[in-house]
């Protein structure tokens, strides 16, 4: 299994941007996907999640700004990022939960400018 991330760049803050992840190879029945970020000298933390199902998570820090979605047909995860702050500049790493096996993408890193 393969992630393939995009969407990385430099935004000024107030700005929006969209990340995607897309998975390849054989995957059976996804679980979860979501993405993670780290910040320099910070740990990796759970930005957003979505479940099969439909469910979703957001860590407090991106509510209401983050928005996490999915094309189940395509494999692929999106994060619509709007009212960026420079404190969400980081790199920020898709992830698949599948069975017992979790997939990280290779991260995608962008920065919000002041």
């Known amino acids: 299994v393969q992630l393939q991330a995009s969407g990385g760049g430099s935004v000024q803050a107030g700005g929006s941007l969209r990340l995607s992840c897309a998975a390849s190879?054989?995957?059976?029945?996804?679980?979860?996907m979501g993405w993670y970020r780290q910040a320099p000298g910070k740990q990796r933390d759970l930005v957003a999640a979505?479940?099969?199902?439909?469910?979703?998570y957001y860590a407090d820090s991106v509510k209401g700004r983050f928005i996490i979605s999915r094309d189940s047909a395509e494999n692929t995860v999106y994060l619509q990022m709007n009212s960026l702050k420079p404190e969400d500049t980081a790199v920020y790493y898709c992830n698949l939960a599948a069975a017992s096996q979790t997939y990280w993408g290779q991260g995608t890193k962008f920065t919000v400018s002041s």
């Open positions: 190879g054989s995957i059976f029945s996804i679980n979860r």
């Open positions: 979505i479940w099969s199902g439909g469910r979703t």
